[in-house]
Nanobody
Framework: QVQLVESGGGLVQPGGSLRLSCAAS????????MRWYRQAPGKERELVAT???????NYGDSGKGRFTISRDNANQSVFLQMNSLKPEDTAVYYC???????????????WGQGTQVTVSS
């Protein structure tokens, strides 16, 4: 099977920075798009950023300007650098990836378990 494991969340003061990491492992042949989503209490999950397998980023409205997505294909990892954090960035952040598993004929989408980011003074 495949696992996505996020790390790097925590409590940060407004204006601070955090770097989230997500590492994929398992029976992986190729990872296509990788994404970060977030879900705040009482709100729907929203797309923060996407990065293609060749490193092209794309940002949702919540990720534009202060967040940077990147990836390390050799280590099957994706990162989210978050700067100038605001209280409204408080949410559970989820890693998501489109993965071709070994011996699979179709791409499948996998989710991590989420990491909590809390922005508060």
């Amino acid at each position: 099977q495949v696992q996505l494991v996020e790390s790097g969340g925590g409590l940060v003061q407004p204006g601070g920075s955090l770097r989230l990491s997500c590492a994929a492992s398992g029976s992986i042949r190729h990872i296509a798009n990788m994404r970060w989503y977030r879900q705040a209490p009482g709100k729907e999950r929203e797309l923060v950023a996407t990065i293609t397998d060749n490193g092209t980023p794309n940002y949702g409205d919540s990720g534009k300007g202060r967040f940077t997505i990147s990836r390390d294909n050799a280590n099957q990892s994706v990162f989210l650098q978050m700067n100038s954090l605001k209280p409204e960035d408080t949410a559970v952040y989820y890693c998501n990836a489109d993965i071709f598993m070994i011996y699979a004929l179709e791409i499948r989408q996998f989710w991590g378990q989420g990491t909590q980011v809390t922005v508060s003074s």
